[in-house]
């Protein structure tokens, strides 16, 4: 079983932190507070910027998040990838953690399901503190 884990940037220092994702009622607000919780602490969150891990791994070991950027590497021994060279955006679409080329908003005819063996990945960034590596602002 893979684990679930989320990450986001903390309200006050823009810092990322890792654990289980809550909606807080706590504070009698109309609207929860998005937090993450783990062993250290509980910790409000940037909404948009709340990303759940794929259960996979880099070609370097580092856990990959919705929202990463990740650089693709085509396979060489399978033809029909091995000009594969560019960058992409983890989503979730349809049921499934894929890699997009584009912003999550506006991506292009590309579109790869993440359990796919033919190519490598590596993350370099995520969309929130490296949009220019795909393009965006």
């Not at 940037?9 to 810092?15: M, P, V």
């Not at 950027?69 to 029909?80: A, L, M, R, W």
């Not at 190519?119 to 393009?135: K, M, Q, R, S, Y």
Request: contains cysteine; aromatic residues 12%.
């Amino acid at each position: 079983m893979r684990e679930i884990i989320f990450r986001g940037k903390r309200l006050d220092n823009g810092e990322w932190v890792y654990g289980d994702f809550v909606n807080d009622w706590s504070k009698q607000n109309t609207k929860p507070d998005k937090t993450i919780c783990n062993n250290i602490g509980k910790y409000a969150v940037i909404s948009e910027t709340i990303g759940q891990y794929t259960g996979l791994k880099d070609v370097s070991g580092k856990m990959i998040f919705e929202g990463d950027i990740v650089h693709i590497t085509g396979n060489p021994d399978v033809p029909d990838w091995a000009d594969l060279d560019y960058n992409a955006t983890i989503i979730f679409k349809d049921g499934g953690f894929c890699a997009v080329n584009g912003t999550p908003e506006h991506y292009f005819i590309r579109r790869y399901d993440l359990c796919r063996f033919d190519f490598d990945l590596a993350v370099i960034g995520n969309i929130h503190d490296n949009p220019e590596l795909i393009g965006g602002t």
